[in-house]
């Protein structure tokens, strides 16, 4: 496994670990769909919540860095709308989250930072 996945892998955990004990319920975790991903998928009410998690180390760049492209995004609503089609959830019962994870390596802390209905 390369750094980068491991760093990844990381930083979902954190993210799963946030939703949970804000009250989210977990359905599943790296959903692949048509070589696309969803990162996380929880439920909140009567909400079907997708996560995009992006976990940096923590740079001058990393903090200026655009988390999502537009390919990223398109590739996204694909897949949580096959997702969507496949579990027969109405298209107004979900919603696309973005936590970003910023790991400062010197002081050994991590940030995170929950941007919700993204699109």
């Known amino acids: 496994m390369n750094h980068s996945k491991d760093v990844g892998n990381y930083g979902e955990e954190i993210a ?32 079907i ?25 398109k590739n996204l609503k694909l897949a949580i709308t096959e997702y969507s089609i496949n579990n027969q959830i109405n298209l107004d019962d979900i919603h696309l989250d973005l936590i ?7 002081t050994h802390s991590n940030y995170l930072t929950h941007y919700r209905d993204i699109i």
């Open 49 to 73: 919540i997708f996560i995009e998690v992006k976990t940096r180390i923590k740079t001058s760049e990393s903090l200026t860095e655009t988390p999502l492209s537009s390919l990223q995004v």
């Open 16 to 47: 799963k670990k946030y939703l949970l004990n804000k009250g989210y319920i977990f359905i599943t975790r790296n959903l692949k769909s048509n070589h696309r991903e969803i990162d996380l998928i929880f439920k909140l009410k009567k909400q």
């Open 100 to 106: 970003v994870i910023l790991i400062d390596t010197k």
